[in-house]
């Protein structure tokens, strides 16, 4: 078994594809499936979907029209999906147009969100350059007082020793 592919019996995804497609048989198929439904039956064994518990069959072998135990589901299964083929290839067909202008839609909301992070990206980079130069001046002002502060220690200390001279020097007179 394949990491990530949950434990299951070939029955049990045999069955949940048989369910599934007699399912979309009666309700229709769901708008969101109508270009992804697997139309072969190499296909819609290596068909994988979470959300609707419908794992790989990984092995050939086992899903086949002419297995002996689950044969006849798998028959089953390769009939509902001509079927359901044949009824969505002639609402694809009619839908086209649909598709497209929500495509078109989709692409224009795409621009304008790629426009504003793009927008907001620019924004966060010029604070953060400001604030990088703040940073910078802050360090370079600390440095100049640490530098000043060491003349000034420098400057306290020799005039305590002159202090202490000068006192010394009048203390014998």
């Given at each position: ?56 069959i ?18 089953e299964?390769q ?15 009619k839908k ?78």
């Amino acid at each position: 078994m394949e990491p990530g592919v949950p434990k299951g019996s070939v029955r049990d995804r045999v069955q949940r594809r048989l369910e599934l497609l007699r399912l979309w048989e009666k309700q229709g198929l769901p708008p969101n499936y109508v270009a992804c439904l697997p139309h072969s039956l190499r296909k819609i064994a290596q068909w994988s979907d979470v959300d609707l518990g419908v794992y790989p069959i990984l092995s050939p072998n086992d899903f086949s029209t002419q297995h002996p135990v689950w044969g006849e589901s798998v028959r089953e299964i390769q009939s509902c999906l001509v079927r359901l083929s044949s009824r969505t290839s002639s609402a694809v067909r009619k839908k086209t147009g649909v598709v497209a202008s929500n495509t078109r839609n989709d692409l224009q909301a795409v621009e304008r969100l790629l426009a504003d992070t793009i927008s907001r990206w620019h924004s966060v980079r010029e604070e953060l350059l400001r604030e990088r130069d703040r940073a910078n001046s802050a360090e370079a002002r600390c440095a100049r007082m640490s530098l000043q502060c060491q003349d000034k220690d420098a400057l306290i200390a020799e005039l305590r020793r002159k202090l202490a001279a000068f006192e010394s020097i009048r203390a014998i007179r």
